[in-house]
């Protein structure tokens, strides 16, 4: 595991290279943070922290804050503690929900080797369900935004308004550029070589199949999403930013946020900006805009 997170790690430096804030600064404070835990309590909050069994495994999860429900769903080979930027901002108004995907973090996965995008989707409705949430808000980040698609076309009653960030639809080259490709494949390529993989191995390898064989979205399947939603990328992504044009243009409800000078790390490196617009965009109605509109 502590190869794959190395492998991401390096994925979103090269991301990040163009950037107009001090990445390398920004993602030192944010790594800081992460490893200290009278600071950031949260992935390991024994005040709040719980499990929901159900669906072959157990789901690790925390909940913060009141009001209407907020779920946060995090990226590939990730956990809760991505989002110490957004959880307690959005704790001050909203019921955050917030779980480490199936196999991953604490929500371990022992018993099946095979992992889907749609497995989780139906992971998160499972737990709305356990915590009698009819609907939420829901923010996702990579793998997260995908799930979040998924959870919007497969359960629609759960999802208010969705912010989705750096997700695609396909794993090839219309989506993450081959320069990407040839940071992570290798690693996939050298797991899937070995005859024998040891306890870490096989999660390092369940985690970059994913990565490197799904999710298989119709573009043409989002226009059966009612939610609202808010798609957002960096200019210098690790997703092609014609591909996420693409999930707004193919969605019937959706506002594009391209951020400039940023990578695949909008949350951490832009965390204000976005906190800020997110919330902007929850509590805002949706509008169409047209005709004379566009001039406004």
């Keep these: 595991m502590i190869r794959l997170f190395s492998l ?3 994925v979103l430096t090269v991301a990040l290279a ?36 159900g669906r072959g495994f157990k789901m690790y999860y925390e909940v913060y804050g009141s009001g209407e429900p ?17 959880i307690p901002y959005f704790a001050q108004h909203y019921k955050v929900i917030i779980a480490d995907n ?54 629609p009653e759960k999802v208010k ?16 550029p081959q320069e990407v490709w040839d940071l992570v494949r290798p690693s996939y390529e050298a797991l899937a070589a070995k005859p024998t993989l040891n306890a870490i191995e096989k999660s390092s390898f369940k985690l970059l199949r994913l990565l490197c064989t799904q999710p298989h979205i119709d573009p043409a399947s989002l226009g059966q999403i009612k939610a609202p939603a808010l798609i957002i990328g960096g200019d210098h992504d690790v997703i092609r930013e014609e591909h996420t044009l693409l999930i707004y243009k193919s969605l019937p409800r ?37 005709g004379q509109g566009r001039f406004m």
């Design 102 to 155: 199936r196999a991953q973090g604490r929500s371990h996965d022992y018993s099946n080797d095979s992992l889907t995008y749609e497995m989780m989707a139906d992971d998160y409705a499972a737990l709305l369900d356990s915590l009698k949430i009819d609907s939420a808000y829901v923010i996702g980040w990579s793998d997260g935004g995908i799930n979040g698609l998924l959870l919007a076309l497969r359960h």
């Design 18 to 53: 163009h950037a107009q804030v001090d990445a390398e600064k920004l993602m030192g404070e944010f790594e800081a943070a992460l490893k200290d835990p009278k600071a950031v309590p949260y992935g390991h909050n024994k005040e709040t922290g719980k499990y929901f069994s």
């Design 8 to 10: 991401i790690s390096l």
């Design 254 to 290: 959706a506002y594009l946020w391209i951020v400039p000078g940023s990578g695949h790390s909008v949350p951490i490196l832009y965390k204000d900006e976005f906190n800020k617009t997110v919330e902007r965009f929850f509590k805002t109605p949706y509008k169409t805009i047209s």
């Design 70 to 86: 907020l779920l946060i769903i995090h990226g590939n080979g990730g956990s809760i503690n991505n989002f110490i930027y957004q």
């Design 161 to 176: 308004k969705m912010a989705l960030v750096g997700a695609n639809l396909q794993p090839d080259t219309t989506a993450v």
